[in-house]
């Protein structure tokens, strides 16, 4: 059974950083692309930031370049994303997500987290 577990999620005031973690099991971790998206209530689900299966390469949406970074350990199956200089506007609901190889969509998705930025 895959399982994507996100945490770290939390109120924090603007200009603040939180770190979500996202803890995969039930598939081979090394094998799969993965990626941060949020929602904001009344908005479409947007994608945050991505990593490829080695690590090397990353991808961000233009309104987080600079203040987060996405980042993973292939050892302990885990992504994460570290959230500077937060804004009011990154209040969400934050999901991490996997890609198998080969494939255009998320093959799985977590629960998610919500982080609230007060301003």
Known sequence: QVQLVESGGGLV??????????AV???TFSTYAMAWFRQAPGKEREI???????GG????ASFVKGRFTISRDNGKNTVYLQMNRLKPEDTAVYYCA????????YNYWGQGTQVTVSS
């Open 25 to 27: 099991s039930g598939l």
């Open 48 to 54: 945050v930031a991505t990593i490829t299966r080695s």
């Open 98 to 105: 996997a890609q198998r190889a080969g494939y255009t969509e």
């Open 13 to 22: 005031q603007a200009e603040g950083s939180l770190r979500l973690s996202c």
């Open 57 to 60: 390469t990353s991808y961000y």
